[in-house]
């Protein structure tokens, strides 16, 4: 169990330190748009990327997934086999890739009418479009590194991004001045860099030759994930254009700039979940190649751990997040307001994350699509409630009851089509302890050195909740801390 646990840790480590990096290159630029664009243009920037990561689902077409469970099909020794399923994943998708960009160009006015009711933004449109083919060649050959634990490697492939993205940012609005077309010029650059170390890197992983066989084989598997994808991107994203919509004309755009600000702030969950999730997968699935009884007491212990971990990241962005703004984008004064909401939402995602491998494990992807439809019909019909009331906070509310619904489904059906030893008890004790500290980050607190001192006693209350609940029993913290210590203590000669 420990080699197990610090095994994924390592992986996660690397994983995190990749989206840390990433998040910390952010705040470079996220302080420069903010004072560059108005709330108006920055809810155009966030329509644009929410429109094109709808588009981008198609491109995938559940490949990635697909892909990871198709390769674990054969064993280390057929080394053939395994190098013409990514080569068939590959080649579909940029095949994909490319006819889906092109649509989106064709149809750049429709769009850019139907998304802001002018088609002053299609140059943007085209921009966006450009990028996917890119994008999907990084994705994938970052894939391709997971799947062969090069973790290094992929963290190479996202600095070479982040940084190239930064810097490209920068050079575009403070000396170029080309505004929000700089910043998805900027996009389309530091993938095309990526794209290309990524397929320098891998392409001794990937055969000369495709297989129908394994196409349809991954197809069966895949596209059934497609309207999940679908799914979860109305569950994570259509609020945006809902608040465009039912928001009135003249504060749409700024509210949704407003929502846009403190989606950034909760980056830094969306990347921890990234990060878990990209070690998670292929070590889930080798264990259970390995040992399927070992894989289901690993992942009842994996459960409990990040459900406390995120748990505990989502309390400590709605805690400060609006001093962190005040700091980095003062323009936006009321951002604050739907962090924690969507923090919480946040963390829920990611332990779902966790529930859902039993369904991928038996290999039962088709149900899927009917519980994240579900979730996504809980958070567009709850959006129409709330939004016209609440605005932003609305949107970040409904986000987070459709995220609990969406664990809720994964969980039992999980448990009924491959039953696993888990700690829900103490998963919901956590998100008891957490809320309370949470609704305190949305409350405004002056002045600021009482504000710290509150939110500071808050994040205190968690910690001490955690263990007054017996969250975590004192012999698995000890046994937490030898193995921290077996990790960092010198080899003996």
């Given amino acids: 169990m420990r080699t197990h646990i610090a095994r994924l840790g390592q992986q996660t480590f690397v994983y995190g330190l990749s989206g840390v990096a990433q998040q910390f290159l952010g705040v470079i630029t996220v302080p420069l748009m903010a004072r560059v664009f108005t709330r108006d243009q920055y809810g155009v920037l966030n329509l644009v990327t929410t429109a094109i990561a709808a588009v981008a689902i198609f491109v995938d077409l559940g490949l990635a997934s697909a892909s990871q469970r198709s390769y674990y099909d054969y064993s280390d020794e057929q080394v053939s086999e395994r190098r013409i399923v990514l080569a068939t994943a590959v080649a579909t998708s940029l095949v994909a890739s490319v006819v889906v960009a092109s649509v989106v160009i064709i149809l750049r006015d429709p769009l850019s009418r139907f998304l802001f009711g002018s088609d002053h ?37 996202s600095m070479l991004a982040a940084v190239s993205g930064t810097a490209f940012i920068i050079v575009s609005l403070t000396v170029l001045h080309l ?11 530091a993938a095309g860099l990526a794209a290309l170390y990524g397929a320098a890197t891998v392409r001794r992983d990937i055969g000369r030759s495709v297989s129908r066989r394994e196409l349809r084989t991954m197809f069966n598997y895949g596209l059934p994930l497609v309207p999940t994808a679908a799914a979860l991107w109305a569950l994570a994203l259509i609020d ?81 997040a609006r001093e962190v703004l005040e700091l980095v984008a003062p323009r936006f004064n009321t951002a604050y307001e739907a962090v924690g909401l969507l923090a919480a939402g946040g963390a829920v995602n990611a332990v779902a994350l966790i529930a859902l491998a039993g369904i991928t494990l038996a290999r039962k992807t088709r149900r899927l699509v009917a519980f994240t439809s579900a979730a996504a019909a809980l958070n567009i019909g709850v959006n129409l409630i709330v939004i016209p009331a609440w605005g932003m906070v609305g949107a970040a509310f409904a986000t987070a009851i459709a995220y609990m619904l969406l664990f809720a489904l994964y969980y039992i059906s999980a448990q009924r089509v491959y039953p696993t030893p888990s700690q829900l008890g103490r998963v919901l004790r956590v998100a008891l302890v957490a809320a309370a500290p949470i609704g305190v980050g949305a409350i405004p607190i002056e002045p600021l050195a009482l504000s710290l001192a509150v939110k500071t006693a808050a994040l205190a209350a968690f910690v001490v909740g955690v263990w007054a609940l017996r ?22 000669t």
């Fill in 240 to 320: 945006r254009i809902m608040l465009e919509h039912l928001l009135a004309h003249r504060s749409a755009l700024s509210e949704l700039g407003e929502y846009g600000m403190a989606n950034q702030v909760v980056l830094v969950m969306t990347l921890a979940t990234t990060a878990f999730a990209t070690a998670f997968s292929p070590f889930m699935l080798s264990l259970f190649a390995e040992n399927p009884e070992e894989e289901k007491r690993v992942r009842a212990v994996v459960l409990t751990s990040m459900a406390i971990a995120f748990a505990l990241l989502a309390t400590c962005l709605a805690l400060y």
């Fill in 121 to 157: 933004y299609g140059n943007l449109l085209v921009i966006a479009a450009v990028t996917l083919p890119l994008t999907a060649l990084m994705s994938l050959s970052r894939e391709i590194m997971r799947l062969h634990f090069r973790a290094w490697q992929f963290f190479a492939s």
């Fill in 471 to 492: 969250v975590v029993a004192p012999s698995e913290v000890a046994a937490i801390w030898s193995m921290a210590r077996e990790r960092v203590r010198p080899t003996q």
């Fill in 179 to 189: 505004g929000l077309r700089g910043v998805l010029l900027s996009g389309a650059g």
